[in-house]
């Protein structure tokens, strides 16, 4: 069965640290992969996505994330985290195949806390 | 351009009620999918329609449904509710629903049984 794993419920850092949300995949043949964040009370927003090419994809308010074939991981990463960034963030994976049409297999989702 | 709309935003049902949301994809994009939020279960895919067809169905049971219509709008019905169907139920709109798009997120309708 396809899977998304986020080990981490809960990452606190100071503003200005860089920051890492930690994610894990198990897909069929090759993934594509996904980070949306989620603000209180409101939809989840696309940050970046890793299709194919080059393995550290960069995306939205400067974040960017390292695909890892071998340790089937895609780890969100910022160099210098802003309060503003404080939110809910899920990492997601897909495959090709008609089972997989429309539908994301998403993680449990990480809170991220920044403080000033 | 607007975003995904989805109505109504907040609703509160009784046991055993039946309940209709209601989503607008963005403008064009012909693929609308829909998911369950809650805290113990996460995010899980319900279905997803292309062109008023049912192409991908998540493990929900049969009380579940949905339907689109031929301006690509789509709405998901809940038939006799259970208390487990509270949640935040997020629609999605993309292009053409393939794996290397990004999904654009409604910002929910948010269900509570009573």
């Known amino acids: 069965a396809q899977s998304v794993a986020q080990p981490e419920d809960q990452v606190n850092v100071a503003e200005g640290n860089p920051l890492t949300v930690k994610c894990t995949y198990s897909?069929?043949?090759?993934?594509?992969l996904f980070w949306y964040v989620q603000y209180p009370n409101r939809g989840l927003q696309f940050l970046l996505k890793?299709?194919?090419?080059?393995?550290l994809v960069k995306g939205s308010y400067g974040f960017e994330a390292e695909f890892n074939k071998s340790q089937t991981s895609f780890h969100l990463k910022k160099p210098s985290a802003l309060v503003s960034d404080s939110a809910l963030y899920f990492c997601a994976a897909t495959a090709l195949g008609s089972s997989n049409t429309g539908k994301l297999i998403f993680g449990q989702g990480t809170t991220l806390q920044v403080k000033p | 351009k607007a975003g995904v709309t989805q109505t109504p935003r907040y609703l509160i049902k009784t046991r055993g009620q039946q309940v209709t949301l209601s989503c607008s994809p963005i403008s064009g994009h012909r693929s609308v999918s829909w998911y369950q939020q809650t805290p113990g279960q996460g995010l899980q895919f319900l279905f997803e329609?292309?062109?008023?067809?049912?192409?991908n169905k998540g493990n929900f049971p049969g009380r579940f449904s949905g339907r689109q219509f031929s301006n690509s709008r789509s709405e998901m019905n809940v038939s006799t509710l259970e208390l487990g169907d509270s949640a935040l139920y997020l629609c999605a709109s993309s292009l053409q629903g393939g794996p290397t798009g990004e999904l654009f997120f409604g910002e929910g309708s948010r269900l509570t049984v009573l």
């Open positions: 329609y292309f062109s008023e067809t049912q192409r």
């Open positions: 897909v069929s043949g090759n993934p594509y």
């Open positions: 890793y299709i194919t090419g080059d393995n």
